[in-house]
């Protein structure tokens, strides 16, 4: 089974962005790439069969071997992951580089659920009512079109089309997105190994006197 990770390349100024304030752009870039090596490193030890990163950006060193690089190219969201889903050979599941909490154990639970018979999908609740991962049996063209990103109700249209299209969904464990420093604080306090809670510690002190 593919794991496609969605990317941003973590450039100052481009990622993370909602961190700033109190972070600056180069923090801000400095914990994304925390957060992208620790999903990195989940997903290849999850047991995937293939890792991609569909990808905003130029692959850098952050970029480890056997890492099929894909770019994400232009348009809105639906539209990159879409694409990011072409380039899928079979079952696949798909996180993106905002929840580094993730674990190996996680995504492999979440792989062995979408391959449980009778089971068409699986879509896993942000708590802000986004999704943070998504697994399909096989894509479909539809999947993705037209729904809007970054609202309350993101999760819930998500799951409204994949139930249009005539899919049985299972669902999986919430988890927290890490849009801003608060969710970057509480990630890393309740999951504190890692690269991405050590990076989050190292600016943690100096960071909340200005807040």
């Not at 923090?27 to 990195?40: K, P, Q, S, W």
């Not at 879409?82 to 050979?89: G, H, N, Y």
């Not at 993106?96 to 979440?110: E, W, Y």
């Not at 306090?189 to 002190?205: E, K």
């Amino acid at each position: 089974m593919d794991l496609i990770v969605l990317a941003k390349e973590p450039v100052p100024g481009r990622v993370k962005t909602r961190l700033c304030p109190p972070c600056t752009p180069e923090v801000a870039a400095g914990i994304a790439a925390a957060a992208l090596a620790d999903t990195l490193e989940a997903a290849r030890a999850s047991g995937a069969d293939r890792v991609v990163v569909a990808l905003d950006g130029r692959p850098g060193d952050w970029c480890p071997p056997g890492v099929r690089v894909v770019p994400q190219g232009s348009g809105g969201l639906d539209q990159r992951l879409t694409r990011a889903w072409a380039a899928t050979r079979g079952p696949a599941l798909q996180i993106a580089m905002d929840t580094p909490q993730v674990t190996a154990a996680d995504l492999a639970a979440a792989m062995t659920r979408l391959m449980v018979p009778g089971t068409d999908a699986v879509l896993g609740p942000a708590l802000d009512g986004g999704w943070w991962a998504i697994g399909l049996r096989r894509p479909h063209s539809h999947t993705f079109t037209g729904i809007p990103t970054s609202r309350p109700d993101t999760g819930r249209r998500q799951h409204e089309r994949l139930v249009a299209l005539g899919l049985t969904v299972a669902p999986l464990p919430p988890q927290r997105d890490v849009d801003t420093w608060d969710d970057a604080v509480a990630v890393a306090g309740a999951h504190p190994l890692g690269t991405f809670a050590a990076t989050v510690r190292s600016h943690l002190a100096r960071l909340e006197p200005t807040r």
